[in-house]
T-cell receptor, first 113, second 114 residues
Framework: GDSVTQMEGPVTLSEEAFLTINCTYTATGYPSLFWYVQYPGEGLQLLLKATKADDKGSNKGFEATYRKETTSFHLEKGSVQVSDSAVYFC????????????FGAGTRLFVKA | DVKVTQSSRYLVKRTGEKVFLECVQDMDHENMFWYRQDPGLGLRLIYFSYDVKMKEKGDIPEGYSVSREKKERFSLILESASTNQTSMYLC?????????????FGEGSWLTVV
């Protein structure tokens, strides 16, 4: 079945460092891919998404490119801030026939001032 | 903006009690979901509903039931709470099941069963 694998955390960075959180997936069809973020004490919210191969999703300085050939959707940000400290979830949703969004286990990011 | 509201942020219940977690969304979404979030396990789908009075089991439905009498409201019921149901419960909604549809989450309900 479909699955999402993302790098284990926690990831600890200093402010202004470069961030990469790896995400790979397995899917039978042509999924849409998502990154959700969960700030402390809150529910998840959509950070960015991409619906087809080679699409790049971006928001708040974060980017991720849908790479079908490597089945990956890595999250990147050039310069992290303390306010980016959160848990990041990679997810996929099949475009046709499916009903579930499959989430990765989440990666916790700590950014130090 | 879409708003998913969960009625209780923090609850403490006794073993064996019947527990109701209520959720309301204000964007006329077709689909609603209940997830459970535990450290190291990520999000696990308990139940979902794609229409009023319709429900489907997710990955971990045992010990839970749901009710959707109105489109905007989706309730999670723990018939007899147990300590292993202590967790964070997240309600969510989406417009449809078509790919690319964003899921909107509530802020979560922290349930402790003692």
């Amino acid at each position: 079945g479909d699955s999402v694998t993302q790098m284990e955390g926690p990831v600890t960075l200093s402010e202004e460092a470069f961030l990469t959180i790896n995400c790979t997936y397995t899917a039978t069809g042509y999924p849409s891919l998502f990154w959700y973020v969960q700030y402390p004490g809150e529910g998840l919210q959509l950070l960015l998404k991409a619906t087809k191969a080679d699409d790049k999703g971006s928001n708040k300085g974060f980017e991720a490119t849908y790479r079908k050939e490597t089945t990956s959707f890595h999250l990147e940000k050039g310069s992290v801030q303390v306010s980016d400290s959160a848990v990041y979830f990679c997810a996929l949703s099949e475009r046709t026939g499916g009903f579930k969004t499959i989430f990765g286990a989440g990666t916790r990011l700590f950014v130090k001032a | 903006d879409v708003k998913v509201t969960q009625s209780s942020r923090y609850l403490v219940k006794r073993t064996g009690e019947k527990v109701f977690l209520e959720c309301v969304q204000d964007m006329d979404h077709e689909n609603m979901f209940w997830y459970r979030q535990d450290p190291g396990l990520g999000l696990r789908l308990i139940y979902f509903s794609y229409d009023v009075k319709m429900k489907e089991k997710g990955d971990i439905p045992e010990g839970y039931s749901v009710s959707r009498e109105k489109k905007e409201r989706f309730s999670l019921i723990l018939e007899s709470a147990s300590t292993n149901q202590t967790s964070m419960y997240l309600c969510a909604s989406s417009l449809s099941f078509l790919g690319g549809n964003t899921i909107y989450f509530g802020e979560g309900s922290w349930l402790t069963v003692v």
